[in-house]
């Protein structure tokens, strides 16, 4: 299924280069879509695996969706690490790496490494923050 949505991007992308806004809109939720499947390193394994790395119009499409870097297009995504993705799969070598298995499983681990020390560290400083504003709270009476 994945697979499919790859390819149905590509076409699709093709097709709503017409400017009606029902033809922008439904480009834009597809790219969305598309986008923030590329923070899913099992999702890149599959497509590796399915030769669309070395498919040069999908290559060039991954060039394209650049643009989702901009902060205009960026607000919308839910998974950020989409576009640190986005920005490795624009090289080859990593393109090609992908097709191995535990390559996808390594960054899957580092991504849940970086959570976890992510959540960590902003609990600790909103925790700190918290104390900081009951500190002033008190002192301020």
């Known amino acids: 299924a994945g697979g499919d949505l790859a390819s149905s991007l590509v076409m699709a992308a093709a097709v709503a280069m017409e400017t009606d806004d029902a033809g922008n809109r439904l480009r834009f939720q597809l790219e969305l ?8 390193p099992n999702y890149l394994n599959f497509l590796a695996q399915r030769g669309y790395f070395k498919d040069k119009a999908f290559v060039n ?3 394209y969706l650049l643009y989702w870097k901009e902060p205009e297009y960026a607000k919308y995504l839910k998974y950020p690490q989409c576009l640190h993705m ?3 799969l ?5 393109r090609k790496e992908l097709v191995n ?5 390594f960054i899957d681990e580092q991504q849940i490494l970086h959570w976890q020390h992510y959540s960590r560290k902003r609990m600790r400083l909103q925790q700190a923050l ?3 504003q009951q500190q002033n709270n008190t002192s301020g009476k």
């Open 61 to 63: 499409y991954l060039k």
């Open 130 to 132: 918290a104390e900081q």
């Open 33 to 40: 879509e598309f986008v923030q499947c590329l923070a899913n």
């Open 90 to 94: 624009q090289y080859e070598h990593f």
């Open 86 to 88: 986005l920005e490795l």
């Open 101 to 105: 298995a535990q390559c996808a499983k």
